[in-house]
Nanobody
Framework: QVQLVESGGGLVQAGGSLRLSCAAS????????MGWFRQAPGKEREFVAA????????TYTDSVKGRFTISRDNAKNTVYLQMNSLKPEDTAVYYC????????????????WGQGTQVTVSS
């Protein structure tokens, strides 16, 4: 079992930055793919970024490429999402997710999910 707790959300003006953190429990964190997803009001949950267990592979949705960076610290059981040049359309609840064997952009293969952290970007 893996428990995930997100933090770092908040209210920021357009063009600003936030860093989200996701702290994971469990001794096998370092073997999991970690992902960030987001869900805006009235919309489906969508993929944002993922990082494989070794940090050698990362992938992003097109709308955040060049602005967001996913990283992880396996010694701290934590994954991060650095978000720069934020836009109002980035407003959403951001979720951290973990998968034992899947690396990719689809939602359902991720077995574990956090409760989410709200990010609001004002124009």
């Amino acid at each position: 079992q893996v428990q995930l707790v997100e933090s770092g959300g908040g209210l920021v003006q357009a063009g600003g930055s936030l860093r989200l953190s996701c702290a994971a429990s469990g001794r096998t964190f370092s073997s999991y793919t970690m992902g960030w997803f987001r869900q805006a009001p009235g919309k489906e949950r969508e993929f944002v970024a993922a990082i494989n267990w070794s940090s050698r592979s990362t992938t992003y949705t097109d709308s955040v490429k060049g602005r967001f960076t996913i990283s992880r610290d396996n010694a701290k059981n934590t994954v991060y999402l650095q978000m720069n040049s934020l836009k109002p359309e980035d407003t959403a609840v951001y979720y951290c997710a973990a998968s034992r064997s899947y690396y990719g952009t689809r939602t359902f293969p991720y077995e574990y999910w956090g409760q989410g952290t709200q990010v609001t970007v004002s124009s």
